[in-house]
């Protein structure tokens, strides 16, 4: 049974022990120093704010519970951890990880999870694997309140890795590393990797939540995913046979997806007035917080039978370092920047930034975030097909060449 006046003194103690007024604590915590008056007259805190009360006070959430402190030992709490209240938080968080996928054999709660991987209806099933995490994207969601946006940020770009290669996504872990566990911010991180998921056809099946303080700052979070996919070998789609005729189909992106932040968060940095800043009817801030296009849904049915030859997601690197990891020696894509639909944040990004053509096309996907190279004869096939999800146009072909990727009409790419 707790004892409300006991909790409320040694609140009161430990506080002016550290020589801290009520509006100390408030300030740190973000609540009204009302509330912390009420702390120390007998009203408990809630949940949310206790641990880092605790912190706060250098005591465990156990110890302000107890209403003594134990000086006799040291304790994982005392350290920045509470196992209790990390444990409690493990439970809400578990609905996330409901799922109707029968080859989940467990939920949480065990040392790992399985996953059932017999496919008989494969004569040679290849595991497709690959982690990712959304890059320096996260510093700005956190700071702009797209904690849970970011999540579909980097699930899109995980499952984008895997479908170009022919494979469909299976199972995702996550990890989150932060330096204070924040129980509403976790939970946001947790719901939106699991709807990104099922939105993507896969499933979350488990993940870690790594409490590091003292190595991360205090309201820092580090995102970071991996996913297993399978696909028939026969089926895997790798490049490899790109030849001289086919055609370069282009995707739209929404924006700038995972890629270029860095360079972004600098010229924020130089010129802040530009956050509020209307392009095309949103705010600077709005454009590039975007979410990273999912292309899985319109690509999962396409294959060699379709004459799809090699698909590049555009990422960091650009059209050329993506789209020449799926080019054959011998051959190029020849890409005309003038058909290239160059969406209104890149234009603002340069202009602004007084960035050249060059420095755009390898730091940003410029408004392509996926590239197909399709035999001829099934080109406008395929372009319908992917048109009935996102924007798709013919952009290039394959020619004989030294360079994988050869660009043509440079200055023309950000003319309207």
């Known amino acids: 049974m707790l ?7 040694f609140i009161s103690h430990k506080r002016k022990q550290m020589g801290m007024t009520q509006s100390d604590i408030a300030d740190r915590l973000k609540v009204s120093f009302q509330s ?16 880092g009360l605790a912190a706060i006070l250098n005591v465990s959430v156990d110890e302000i519970l107890q209403g003594r402190e134990n000086n006799e030992s040291f304790s994982y709490s005392k350290a920045g951890v509470d196992i209790s209240y990390t444990d409690a938080m493990k439970k809400e968080m578990a609905v996330y990880l409901q799922t109707e996928d029968k080859r989940v054999l467990n939920g949480l709660g065990p040392f790992a999870s ?5 496919f008989p209806d494969m004569e040679h099933p290849v595991l497709v694997l690959k982690s990712e995490e959304p890059g320096s994207k996260q510093k700005l969601a956190m700071e702009y309140g797209y904690s849970e946006s970011v999540c579909h940020d980097m699930i899109n770009h995980l499952v984008n890795d895997i479908a170009v290669m022919g494979a469909k996504p299976l199972a995702v872990l996550d990890t989150i590393v932060c330096g204070n566990a924040e129980k509403e911010t976790i939970k946001s991180f ?4 699991s709807d990104a998921c099922k939105e993507n056809e896969c499933a979350l099946v488990g993940g870690e939540t790594s409490i590091q303080p003292d190595v991360v700052n205090k309201g820092v979070y580090i995102l970071t995913s991996s996913i297993a996919g399978i696909v028939p070998r026969e089926n895997i789609i790798d490049g490899s046979m790109v030849s001289e005729d086919d055609i370069v189909l282009a995707v739209a992106s929404n924006g700038l997806h995972t890629n270029g932040y860095t360079l972004v968060r600098l010229l924020m940095e130089k010129m802040p007035q530009i956050k509020l800043e209307k392009i095309d009817g949103e705010t600077f801030i709005e454009q590039i917080m975007k979410p990273h296009t999912p292309y899985y849904k319109a690509i999962k049915t396409l294959s060699y039978r379709d004459g799809v030859h090699g698909m590049a997601h555009i990422t960091g690197g650009g059209i050329e370092g993506n789209l020449s990891r799926i080019i054959p020696d ?22 602004t930034g007084n960035i050249d053509e060059k420095e755009m096309l390898s730091t940003f996907n410029c408004g392509v975030g996926l590239m197909l190279v399709v035999a001829k004869q099934y080109a406008k096939q395929v372009t319908e097909h992917i048109k009935k999800y996102y924007d798709c146009y013919e952009i290039g ?11 043509w009409n440079l200055n023309k790419m950000f003319q309207e």
């Not at 008056?37 to 408990?44: A, F, H, I, P, V």
């Open 397 to 407: 072909e394959i020619r004989r060449g030294k360079e994988k990727v050869a660009f």
């Open 3 to 9: 004892d409300n006046q006991k909790i409320a003194d």
């Open 330 to 351: 011998g051959l190029c894509a020849e890409i005309d920047l003038a058909k290239l639909k160059t969406l209104p944040i890149f234009r603002y990004i340069k202009q």
């Open 36 to 51: 912390v008056s009420k702390w120390e007259n007998g009203t408990l805190p809630n949940v949310e704010v206790l641990v």
């Open 114 to 118: 399985l996953y059932d991987i017999e």
């Open 190 to 193: 947790v719901k939106g990797i």
